[in-house]
């Protein structure tokens, strides 16, 4: 799936920086569009490689 190859680079990211929230992550990632990290991140979170909790209007994520 199409999703794998950002997973990478959004798991590094999570890393480095635990609990994240998602509104923030996109201007942190220049080099993924609004729309890849939304689409990885979901599909991520279903596989179980990333934790994504509602938090206000957007989700906290971590690595899992």
Same mark, same amino acid.
């Given at each position: 799936p199409e999703y794998?190859? #950002?997973q +990478? !680079?959004?798991?590094a990211y999570l890393s480095?920086? =635990?609990?994240? !929230?998602q509104?923030? !992550? #996109? %201007? +942190? !990632? =220049?080099e993924l569009t609004r729309d890849q990290i939304s689409y990885c991140l979901y599909f991520s979170? +279903? %596989?179980g490689k990333i934790g994504?909790? +509602?938090?206000?209007r957007s989700y906290e994520l971590t690595v899992r």
């Open positions: 794998r190859k #950002y +990478k !680079i959004l798991v480095q920086n =635990p609990s994240c !929230i509104s923030t !992550i #996109y %201007e +942190k !990632i =220049p979170d +279903k %596989e994504r909790v +509602k938090k206000g």
